[in-house]
């Protein structure tokens, strides 16, 4: 029996007495080592009819022909559902970009093992129901609009997501209603009478404690006091979860686990969350107040709270109901490794999703990245101030790369909000422009080549490793030896912004060593010169692999420059002499001018 590397199976029973132990146990059990967010500890049995079962995914549960396969739960990433109430703004690009970063890394890291990758709009609510008719729109017609944006959004940012899910979508509907039905036969729902401040634009109910009065230009009114929001008084009747119920059970989990939310100040927020006792959770509204959502399942007069509905995304986008496609659904990939939200949202994905999951017996999710907000002026982006950065306009002003970048390197410490600004897109532009896009001209500039023996740079491990010898470029040997492992770790703890500077590090590095070594003066020797290309180009090719995640067609653009081929750029080839460069093409510009900036 072979034993994979961390976070793989691998069954190869090669030898006879192997097959033969392999066809009489009925279970095997296979400890498979793993040990970062991205790769969970994970042990399975094999059932002699070749099916395998998973202790931390109960459900996973699939049948596989050959054991010649390799097994693993996919990596599913997941980001939160959009409201379209209104076109999307910089902080939604934010939460997708990182998401989609993630599950590149996940792809190039574990290319044999499938990505999921969910995002989508939420659709029903009050918010939408109001925003529809403010615009005297059907709402179906008024998402049916908006949504698109989203889409359109998440295509222009390049991002590689599998699935759009729009909760208006049939296939939606059944899961919520599964799940209430599930959740109601346990006799964890019950009919009770509410009353609270609710506010539309947050979709939550606030007690006394979390409001407060205020004047305002057009008299009195009753704010919630984390988000600002406009709240009203409301009395009625309606459906409970026994919310209450799953607090030790939560509390324990984070206890135990500090790792499960990112960043750890978000963990101390939950902790602090759960102090107190939890009061059970409304999950629905009467249908005279809430008409655009899913029905109660046999009671017509009440529709499901909007975040009852929208929490049930993650379980739809797996295929749930599983099994009701008999084989094809995706319910393997149950529970996502990794949970992408904006601080705002903590508690619906900490505390009530959870305590749905823990409900319903069904594992959870495994880790989420509660993240810090954008804001523009230093203040929130809001239509009434006219502060909203539009991300499509960035995006064709600076070009999708240079947004994602930006994005990541401002916006991936995760920890305070950052304000966006054109003055710092532009540096953040400058930065990869001089150092990745005129560092490949200099390198392969008409003065070099022609200080190189065969006019052309030559690499070879050969070259590569006499580089080591130079005292001007042996720190850079050093570092490339070690590049990869340090931006996978970086990633695979979700700091994202520090696995990027890792990156950078290694190009200021490499553009100081040029300016230092001269390999255009007649004063170097052209052996020297061949290693400093050489040098220069494997750095080139390694930081082309590493950016993918982050600049996804820039660090094409380079890799075909390079004549890297298409698979050799995965990240086991991003090690020092890991991979092969083809014939390089000298003058590709990998930055074109852009165009000017409107007022
Ligand atoms: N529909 C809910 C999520 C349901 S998930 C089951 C929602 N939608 S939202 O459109 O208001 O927000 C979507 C995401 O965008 C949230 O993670 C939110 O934190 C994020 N952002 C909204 N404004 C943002 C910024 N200004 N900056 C960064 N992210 C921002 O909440």
């Known amino acids: 029996m072979h034993i994979a590397r961390p976070g793989q199976l691998c069954l190869r029973p090669r030898h006879p007495v192997q097959l033969r132990l392999f066809h009489t146990l009925l279970y095997i059990p296979l400890q498979i080592h793993g040990g970062s967010s991205t790769h969970p500890p994970m042990l399975c049995w094999l059932h002699r009819s070749n099916r395998l079962i998973s202790t931390n995914t109960r459900l996973l549960y699939r049948r596989y022909s050959s054991v010649e396969q390799v097994l693993e739960k996919p990596f599913y990433v997941t980001t939160p559902i959009f409201y379209p109430n209104a076109v999307p703004h910089i902080g939604h690009l934010y939460t997708i970009v990182t998401a989609d970063i993630i599950a590149r890394h996940a792809r190039l890291t574990r290319p044999d093992r499938p990505v999921y990758f969910m995002t989508g709009t939420d659709e029903h609510g009050l918010k939408i129901q109001k925003a529809a008719k403010e615009k005297g729109l059907e709402p179906s017609v008024f998402c049916d609009q908006l949504s698109e944006h989203f889409r359109a959004l998440a295509e222009k940012a390049d991002t590689s997501h599998t699935r759009f899910l729009r909760t208006t979508e049939q296939a939606h509907h ?26 539309i634009s947050d979709e939550c109910f606030y007690t006394d404690s979390q409001i407060k009065r205020v004047d305002t230009p057009v008299g009195p009114s009753v704010v919630s006091i984390e988000t600002g929001s406009t709240v009203e008084w409301m009395e009625e009747e309606n459906y409970k979860f026994r919310l209450s119920a799953f607090r030790d059970a939560l509390l324990e989990r984070y206890q135990t686990d500090a790792r499960v939310i990112f960043p750890p100040h978000q963990h101390s927020v939950v902790l602090d969350m759960l102090s107190s006792p939890l009061e059970d959770l409304s999950i629905s509204r009467p249908r005279s107040r809430l008409h655009w959502g899913i029905p109660v399942p046999n009671d017509p007069d009440h529709t499901m709270y909007v975040w009852f509905d929208a929490l049930t995304v993650y379980l739809t986008a797996t295929g749930y109901p599983w099994g009701k496609n008999s084989a094809k659904d995706v319910m393997s990939a149950w529970p996502p490794n990794l949970q992408i939200i904006g601080k705002d949202i903590v508690r619906f994905h900490a505390i009530y999703f959870p305590a749905m999951l ?34 499509i306009q960035a995006i064709d002003i600076y070009g999708v790369d240079l947004v994602r970048y930006y994005l990541a390197r401002v916006g991936g410490h995760f920890k305070n909000d950052v304000d966006w600004s054109i003055e710092q897109l532009e540096k953040f532009t400058f930065e990869l422009q001089s150092l990745l896009g005129n560092f490949y001209l200099r390198i392969n500039s008409a003065a070099i080549r022609k200080r190189l023996p065969q006019g052309a740079p030559a690499s070879s491990s050969s070259i590569l490793e006499s580089c080591r010898d130079l005292p001007e470029l042996r720190d850079i040997v050093s570092d490339l030896v070690r590049l990869s492992l340090d931006v996978d770790a970086h990633l695979s703890e979700l700091r994202v912004a520090d696995a990027l500077d890792e990156i950078i590090k290694q190009l200021q590095a490499a553009n100081q060593m040029l300016t230092v070594t001269e390999p255009w003066s007649k004063n170097t020797p052209s052996e020297k010169v061949e ?10 090719r390694i930081c082309g692999i590493l950016l993918q995640p982050f600049t996804p067609s820039k660090a094409t653009q380079l890799l075909d420059a390079l004549g890297v081929p298409a698979d050799k750029r995965g990240w086991t080839q991003a ?24 007022e």
Request: with cysteine.
């Open 575 to 598: 090690g020092f002499c890991g991979g092969p460069i083809g014939s390089v093409q000298p003058s590709v510009k990998l930055f074109q001018p852009r165009p000017p900036v409107p």
């Open 531 to 540: 290693q400093i290309c050489a040098l220069s180009l494997e750095l080139l």
């Open 358 to 391: 823990l409900a319903l017996d069904f594992p959870l999710p495994q880790r989420l990245l509660a993240h810090s907000h954008w804001t523009v002026n230093r203040l929130k982006m809001s239509k009434s101030i006219g502060n909203v950065a539009d991300p």
């Open 174 to 199: 059944e899961a919520v209603q599964d799940v209430w039905r599930k959740l109601d036969a346990k006799g964890l729902i019950y009919k009770g009478s509410h009353q609270g401040w609710y506010s």
